[in-house]
């Protein structure tokens, strides 16, 4: 009996480094260090991990993917097309060794450790101070906490020291937790001087989820950045909530009750920002919520290309 070709997600285990270098992929953006994303051309927003050897990737701005999915982005490819490349040329392509990932309840134990070292912004503090210089917020939202000395490892696991951090729960939509997103600060307010200032926690999957910014009612707003999203509630009189990222708020689902949704995009000059939007933008409207679009200079200023609701306002 012949034998079955094994599936090419599972022959590309441990071989993602050297298939996406085949295909193109400069080895500068494999090299598991932070540094430019070539997806959205930020500057130090990114890192490809490998977990498990799936050709894992992660971007503070485009969210994060495998193998494949990096080729999507950068090719322009369908999963489909995708898959076909990495089949041709997966197997003259030596396997690598395999990170393993830690399992959902050690990172959980991580997460409620973590979180239950926090509390709750008052005036004055590293939080409130960063978020009153840039956005003039007086009163912080609770989900939004303040941990006193939360320590920094870099990529390579170097310990870099204990900073203030604005912690922010993101929430599944029926409130349940998934994972917890790390602003580093200094003392003043101002971001940590280190490598990646803002990161997200392992933790449980996050689509679907966002930090929850205020109550939600009939009508809500969502945004990728928790400071975007406060600036945008300060315009609109109403909650906007965060996604943290384009991906994620691509997959944001609302909870029940929400009838109308205000998507407050980014203006990048990459187009990711807008992209998740309008996608965002077609799945509810599919679902019969009525859906509003507010992209600051939006085919208006190209001064403004690179911005968001920080920035300029809506």
Same mark, same amino acid.
């Given at each position: 009996m012949q034998a079955t070709k094994p599936r090419t997600a599972d022959e590309a285990v441990g071989r993602w480094p050297g298939i996406l270098q085949s295909l193109g992929v400069d080895a500068s953006f494999l090299r598991k260090k932070h540094g430019p994303c070539p997806i959205c051309d930020g500057k130090d927003r990114y890192r490809f991990d490998d977990k498990e050897g799936r050709g894992t990737w992660i971007c503070s701005h485009c969210g994060s993917g495998d193998g494949?999915?990096?080729l999507q982005h950068l090719k322009g490819w369908s999963f489909r097309e995708a898959a076909k490349e990495v089949d041709r040329i997966v197997g003259t392509v030596p396997a690598g060794p395999i990170v393993k990932e830690r399992d959902e309840d050690s990172k959980?134990?991580?997460?409620?450790q973590v979180w239950n070292a926090t509390r709750a912004v008052t005036h004055g503090d590293p939080v409130w101070r960063y978020l009153n210089r840039r956005l003039g917020l007086e009163l912080v939202p609770a989900d939004l906490r303040l941990h006193p000395a939360l320590r920094y490892t870099d990529e390579d696991g170097k310990d870099l020291g204990r900073f203030p951090a604005m912690l922010a729960r993101i929430r599944y939509p029926d409130g349940a &937790?998934?994972?917890i997103h790390r602003t580093y600060l200094t003392d003043d307010g101002q971001k940590a001087p280190v490598p990646q200032p803002k990161k997200i926690m392992a933790g449980k999957p996050l689509n679907t989820g966002c930090v929850r910014l205020g109550p939600a009612g009939a009508t809500l707003g969502i945004a990728e950045g928790i400071e975007t999203a406060l600036a945008a509630s300060q315009r609109v009189g109403g909650p906007v909530w965060a996604a943290t990222n384009a991906v994620l708020l691509e997959s944001w689902v609302p909870p029940v009750g929400v009838e109308r949704v205000l998507i407050a995009g980014d203006n990048d000059a990459s187009f990711t920002g807008q992209?998740?939007?309008?996608?965002?933008?077609?799945?509810l409207v599919q679902k019969g919520l009525a859906v509003e679009i507010q992209i600051p200079g939006?085919?208006?200023d190209a001064h403004q290309v &690179?911005?968001?609701w920080a920035d300029v306002g809506i």
């Open positions: 494949f999915r990096l959980v134990r991580a997460l409620t &937790g998934a994972s992209a998740a939007a309008f996608a965002l933008a077609r799945r939006y085919q208006q &690179g911005k968001d």
